[in-house]
Every structure is written in C-alpha cells, then in structure tokens.
C-alpha cells in the first residue's frame, strides 16, 4: 500500500462524504483525519487515480494529493497517527 497525504479546502463550509470517497478507492483503502480538512490515505492506486476520485466528491473545492510513501515521519502526535503512519501492511494475493 502506498501512503498519500490528502489537503482540501472546506469550500461553502458543508461536509464531504469522506467515507464514500475512501470506499470508492480500492480494497483494503484506509484514512487518517486531522483537523477535517488534512488526510492521510493508504491505497494501492497512483495519486492522479485517487485526484480523480475524489474531484466526484469535492467538486470545486481546492485540493492537494501527494504520494509520501517513502518519506520519512517524525513529530509529536497521538498514537492512534503512528498507529496508522507504521502499521505494516500485507501484499496483494497477486503478489
């Protein structure tokens, strides 16, 4: 699984159905939310897959995807963010 960090924009102030957005991913798609508007996804699919995903959710609202897989994360946070930043995961049946 790769690691994105997701940022948006609140645009008009309403709620995004972020659930529907992570279930419209791939199998096995996880988030991590901060602050509503800052989030961190596992999913096998590229960042330009997952930016077009989720145009279908946010409509006009700015945003910003990257792939951070491979950097490296230090800071002060609570455990259940390192839980979800180091949690090991599996290979795909096909690997």
């Known amino acids: 699984m790769k ?3 997701l940022v948006f924009d609140d645009g008009s102030g309403s709620d995004l ?3 529907a957005f992570v279930d ?3 199998p096995g798609a996880r ?3 901060m602050d509503g508007h800052v989030c961190f996804l596992t999913s096998d699919l590229p960042a330009v897959e997952i930016s077009q995903r989720f145009v279908a959710v946010a409509g006009s609202r700015l945003f910003f995807i990257a792939d951070v897989t491979s950097s490296d994360c230090t800071g002060r ?3 259940g963010f390192w839980e979800f930043m180091k949690r090991p995961t599996l290979p795909s049946a096909a690997e």
């Open 3 to 5: 690691r994105h960090l």
């Open 17 to 19: 159905d972020l659930q």
């Open 31 to 33: 988030m991590y939310t």
């Open 77 to 79: 946070m609570l455990g």
């Open 24 to 26: 419209a991913l791939d």
